[in-house]
């Protein structure tokens, strides 16, 4: 549903359409296809599974703290704040808004793909899938998206405008590897890319109304020192979504990390205060007032700090502005991108920091990020070697006969798209002390 108009030319025709034939569509039906995305995205299984995947701290650590569903949410909703926002703010945009729908059905999708145990999860499933086509939550997210969600092989069949706004690296994975980086690093950390090798078609279908020299800006690939190649553009829906997700991550998990225990008031304020001076943010201010009268001992600490992240939220949102950095281009949705003031960019980067450094990184939260890694290998390491492990449903996807490319590529789906719950259950029923046939 796009806010106060019947059509915008923001969006066009190609952007409506789906692969294939797919679903009937109700000819009385009063929903536009981004609402029908939207809905299918609500109504899907991998969406009722973010409620059990790690987001910072394991799903399974407490009932209070953020997963990967109530982050997606929450990215979901400031991203239809900024979308309301430059739709009344942004002149290219009053009289062909974007679509409030379609961006918060995409963000509400952005982390479908990412397997149990969060980021750890992801870099030691790369590692099994080394030699197989690689591993990264973007791409499987695509995956999914495409291919496996409803079990008929045409994932949940959405519209091309939904699948570019997810293309946050639009590159096949083999071709931003530079296999040096690896030793550099030390560890088999994956390159960003939203397309795995075996989905290349699909990737290619969603390029086809693009120009040669939209394509080309798009995948335009560039060589960050010590980094795997990465991509430098994206969707303006897509850009807007990236901007939520940071929004969200650098506000919402400190809030829990404050709750936790893993950082302290005074190294939110002590991080504020250069940025008082710069420019006069009134939301910032805000925020540092309420830190300094904020008694960090306070037995209702949670309600006392709504109000802060709510208001560096709030600050975020109405300061990012639009670019029409690319006019010549025929798509609207290569035209535009979405940006924050540079100080800004600064301040979300060191809140970002912050968590990484105190929570992330902590022994509390590395210690459970290590037992989801060994417990993922091993579970690889059994469904390679013995079929039979795998659900009858994943057997019949390949035979005997079959490359261990394509048996790789559906273990690595079948462990993708477990719960960290589910994960823990299925290590103890192969490992473990697990005796019954009705614990998973």
């Not at 300061?319 to 281009?329: A, D, E, T």
């Not at 994960?423 to 019954?436: T, V």
């Amino acid at each position: 549903m796009i806010l106060k108009r019947n059509h915008s030319e923001l969006y066009q025709d190609t952007d409506m359409e789906r692969y294939g034939q797919g679903n009937v569509e109700s000819k009385v039906e009063a929903r536009d296809p981004f609402e029908k995305d939207y809905g299918r995205i609500v109504h899907s299984g991998a969406f009722r599974r973010l409620q059990a995947k790690t987001q910072v701290i394991g799903a399974f650590a407490g009932d209070v703290h953020r997963t990967r569903l109530t982050h997606s949410m929450e990215v979901a909703q400031i991203a239809r704040g900024i979308v309301i926002h430059l739709n009344e703010t942004n002149v290219a945009f009053q009289e062909n808004p974007l679509d409030a729908s379609l961006v918060e059905g995409a963000a509400l999708a952005h982390d479908f793909g990412h397997p149990p145990f969060g980021h750890r999860g992801e870099e030691v499933l790369h590692a099994c899938m080394l030699d197989f086509g690689g591993f990264e939550g973007n791409a499987h997210t695509f995956r999914l998206l495409t291919k496996l969600e409803g079990g008929h092989g045409k994932g949940l069949n959405l519209t091309r405008g939904l699948l570019l706004s997810l293309l946050k690296y639009p590159v096949i994975l083999d071709h931003a590897v530079i296999p040096e980086i690896y030793e550099e690093m030390n560890r088999i950390h994956p390159p960003k890319a939203s397309i795995f090798q075996c989905d290349e078609e699909m990737f290619q279908w969603l390029l086809s109304p693009f120009t040669d020299a939209e394509k080309d800006y798009f995948c335009e690939l560039e060589s960050p020192p010590h980094m795997h190649k990465r991509t430098a553009h994206k969707t303006l829906e897509c850009a807007i979504i990236e901007l939520a997700d940071d929004i969200a991550y650098s506000t919402h998990d400190i809030e829990d990390a404050i709750q936790l225990g893993f950082i302290h008031m005074k190294q939110v304020k002590q991080l504020l205060i250069p940025y008082l001076s710069k420019q006069t943010y009134p939301e910032l201010v805000q925020a540092f007032q309420i830190i300094d009268q904020l008694d960090p001992d306070y037995h209702q600490l949670k309600y006392g700090l709504k109000p802060i992240f709510s208001a560096l939220i709030a600050m975020f949102v109405t300061r990012i502005r639009v670019n029409k950095s690319n006019p010549q281009f025929t798509s609207p949705r290569l035209q535009y991108t979405v940006t924050l003031p540079p100080e800004l960019v600064g301040l979300l980067e060191q809140l970002k920091q912050l968590v990484m450094s105190n929570m992330i990184e902590s022994q509390r939260v590395e210690t459970i990020s290590y037992k989801g890694t060994y417990m993922i290998k091993n579970l690889f390491e059994a469904f390679m070697n013995e079929e039979k492990l795998l659900p009858e449903n994943d057997r019949i996807k390949f035979s005997s006969r079959d490359s261990d490319l394509i048996r790789a590529r559906v273990t690595c789906d079948y462990i993708a798209g477990m719960t960290d719950s589910f994960a823990l259950r299925m290590h103890a029923r192969l490992f473990g002390q697990s005796q019954s046939f009705l614990d998973f």
